[in-house]
């Protein structure tokens, strides 16, 4: 079924051409759907986020070790992580740990969980490690604009996807 949208998406116009005429996703559909916030602050990253930031943020916001971070970047080859990697590191986490322990394994859930759905890539495997900046502050993880964000990657990715050139 995706992949028929997905050959059905015109990049021009943004929409599916459909038999019954042209069909967009808007953000209305977006808050309706997904019930995650449409108004807010908004989510943007400056530049690209490189390994040795990635590693620094993972060490800083994660609690785990140099060589730990720099071990599961290399793994991937880029400045993310492993949803695989999350759930093996942070899964054992209970109330009686201590609270660093549970701020860092929340900070772990909310990657895994953006990663598995509103910013899922073509591996499913992966999630970047730039979407942990948004968890520093865990107070403010609900006053972004997690709805505006999410459609403009599910663009980016229909953009991507409809190219002939990739697979």
């Known amino acids: 079924m995706l992949l028929t949208f997905c050959e059905r998406w015109q990049p021009e116009t943004t929409t599916f051409h459909l038999p019954f005429g042209e069909m967009t ?22 530049q690209p986020l490189r390994v040795d930031d990635a590693n620094a943020l993972l060490v800083e916001l994660l609690g785990t070790t140099d060589v730990e971070a720099s071990r599961e970047t290399e793994q991937c080859r880029s400045p993310s992580v492993r949803l695989l990697w999350l759930r093996e590191n942070f899964s054992t986490i209970t109330d009686v ?7 860092f394994a929340t900070r772990a859930f909310l990657l895994h969980l953006v990663g598995c759905t509103l910013f899922a890539e073509k591996s499913a495997t992966n999630v970047g490690v730039v979407y942990l900046e948004l968890f520093r502050d865990l107070s403010m993880v609900g006053s ?21 050139e990739v697979r």
């Open 25 to 46: 996703i808007t953000l209305d559909d977006v808050a309706y759907i997904l019930h995650i916030p449409i108004t807010g602050s908004m989510i943007s990253f400056s």
């Open 97 to 103: 740990s201590p609270d660093d322990d549970i701020e």
């Open 144 to 164: 972004y604009v997690w709805g505006a964000a999410c459609l403009a990657f599910l663009y980016r990715q229909l953009m991507t996807a409809t190219r002939f």
